[in-house]
C-alpha cells in the first residue's frame, strides 16, 4: 500500500459544491459531502451562472466544517488542499479556487490546482479494483465527450477522440428538455428507460469512418426532436418511457462502439468509464456485458463518484501531491483549459 498525504478536497466548477476529506491511503475516504443545487436551478431549466456562484459563496463554509466534523479531524492534520481550478464557469470554479487558498495560506499546507477531467479520471482509482495504467478513458459529462489514453494518473493525457459537437450529457439534458422531463434530464431519461423497449423508435446510428474515434450527437439530437414536433399529442407512459429507452440506446451504442474501437487500436483491453453520464444503467450494463464478451476489463467508478464530487479531486490531488508537486498562491482559475495542456508538473 502506497503512503501519500490526507487531502482535503474542494469542487466548484459548475453547480455541485463539494467538500472531501482522503486519508494517506488515497483508498480511506474520511468524508465525502456534495452540496447539490439541482433546486435552485429546476425552474430555469438549465444552470443560471449567477445564482450558482452565489449559493458557492453561501456554502462553503458550512460545507467545509460539516466535511471537517464528518471524518472527525481537524485542519491542522491535513497534508494538502486540492481543489478544482478548471475547466468549469469562472464565477463558480473563483469561489472553490480562493477558498482553497485562504485555507492554504492560513493553514500553511500545500495548494494544487486539479484540472476537472483528471479528476473524473481519478474517480476509479478510489474502488477497490482500480485499473492498471496504461488504460483507455471514456470520459462523458455535461461538458465533455472525450476518448483518452492515459499513462498514468497525473501524468500526460493523449485525447484519441472528442465530440464535434455536443456532449453526451448535452445530448440527454436536451432532449430531456424538449421531453418536459426538467434539468438535468440524464437522470430521468435513465430513470424512464428502465425496463422499456428500446428499439420502439428509430434513430440514426452514428458510426462514420471506420478508425474514427470522433463522437457527434445533432444528428441525434435533431431526430429526437422531429420525432417529438410530429407528434400530435405529448409523449406519455409506456411510450415515453420507450422513446427514452431508444434514445438512450442510441447515445450508449455510439459510445460504446468508439471506446472499444479505441481500445483495440491503442492494443490496450483496459476501459475506463468516467463523468456524470457514467452513471447511466444502460451504458454500464452495455459496456460491461461487451467487455466480458472481448475479455477488454471495464472499470465502472461507483456512480457517486461518476458525478460531480470532491472526492475524485482529492484523489487526483493525492497522486501529484504526494510527488511533491504544489501550485502557487498565485493559482488562477481557469474556464478553458484543454486536458491536453496537462503534464506532470503542478498546475499554476
Ligand atoms: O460530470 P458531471 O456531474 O458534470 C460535468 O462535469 O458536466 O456530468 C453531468 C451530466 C449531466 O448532463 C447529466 O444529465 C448527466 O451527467 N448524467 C446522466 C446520468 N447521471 C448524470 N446521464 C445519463 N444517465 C444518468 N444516470
Ligand atoms: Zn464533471
Known amino acids: 500500500m502506497s503512503v ?19 486519508d494517506r491511503d488515497g483508498r480511506t475516504i474520511l ?87 483528471e479528476g473524473h479520471v481519478a474517480a476509479a482509482f478510489l474502488e477497490p479494483s482500480a485499473p492498471t495504467p496504461p488504460f483507455v478513458a471514456l470520459l462523458v459529462s455535461g461538458g465533455h465527450t472525450s476518448l483518452i489514453r492515459v499513462e498514468d494518473l497525473g501524468a500526460r493525457y493523449e485525447i484519441l477522440g472528442a465530440t464535434r459537437d455536443d456532449a453526451a450529457g448535452e445530448a440527454f439534458d436536451k432532449t430531456a428538455k424538449l421531453l418536459g422531463l426538467g434539468y438535468p434530464g440524464g437522470v430521468a431519461i435513465d430513470r424512464l428507460s428502465q425496463g422499456r423497449d428500446a428499439t420502439r423508435f428509430h434513430f440514426p446510428k452514428m458510426m462514420p469512418g471506420k478508425d474514427n474515434l470522433d463522437f457527434s450527437f445533432s444528428g441525434l439530437k435533431t431526430a429526437a426532436a422531429k420525432l417529438i414536433r410530429e407528434r400530435e399529442r405529448p409523449l406519455e407512459g ?17 459510445l460504446v462502439q468508439k471506446a472499444f474501437r479505441a481500445a483495440r487500436l491503442q492494443r490496450i483491453p483496459r476501459l475506463v468509464l468516467a463523468g456524470g453520464v457514467a452513471a447511466n444503467s444502460a451504458l454500464r450494463a452495455r459496456a460491461e456485458e461487451k467487455g466480458r464478451r472481448e475479455q477488454l476489463a471495464v472499470y465502472l467508478p461507483s456512480r457517486i463518484f461518476c458525478t460531480d464530487n470532491a472526492a475524485m479531486i482529492a484523489r487526483a490531488g493525492w497522486a501529484r501531491l504526494g510527488r511533491g508537486e504544489s501550485s502557487p498562491l498565485s493559482l488562477a482559475a481557469r474556464a478553458y483549459w484543454p486536458l491536453s495542456e496537462l503534464g506532470p508538473g503542478a498546475p499554476s
Not at 4 to 21: F, K, Q, T
Not at 90 to 96: A, D, P
Request: with cysteine.
Open 31 to 117: 468524508a465525502n459531502i456534495v452540496h447539490s443545487q439541482v433546486e435552485l436551478h429546476a425552474r430555469y431549466g438549465g444552470i443560471v451562472p449567477e445564482l450558482a456562484s452565489r449559493d458557492h459563496v453561501r456554502r462553503l463554509e458550512p460545507v467545509f466544517e460539516r466535511a471537517l466534523t464528518t471524518a472527525g479531524v481537524g485542519l491542522a492534520s491535513i497534508d494538502g488542499i486540492a481543489v478544482t481550478a478548471g475547466p468549469g464557469l469562472i464565477g463558480s470554479l473563483l469561489c472553490g479556487v480562493e477558498f482553497a487558498k485562504g485555507l492554504a495560506l492560513g493553514a500553511g499546507k500545500p495548494l494544487l490546482g486539479v484540472h476537472h477531467l
Open 4 to 22: 501519500g498525504p490526507r487531502v482535503l478536497a474542494i469542487e466548484s466548477s459548475c453547480d455541485e459544491l463539494a467538500v472531501a476529506i482522503l
Open 238 to 254: 409506456d411510450e415515453l418511457g420507450d422513446f427514452c429507452a431508444s434514445f438512450q440506446s442510441a447515445v450508449v451504442e455510439n
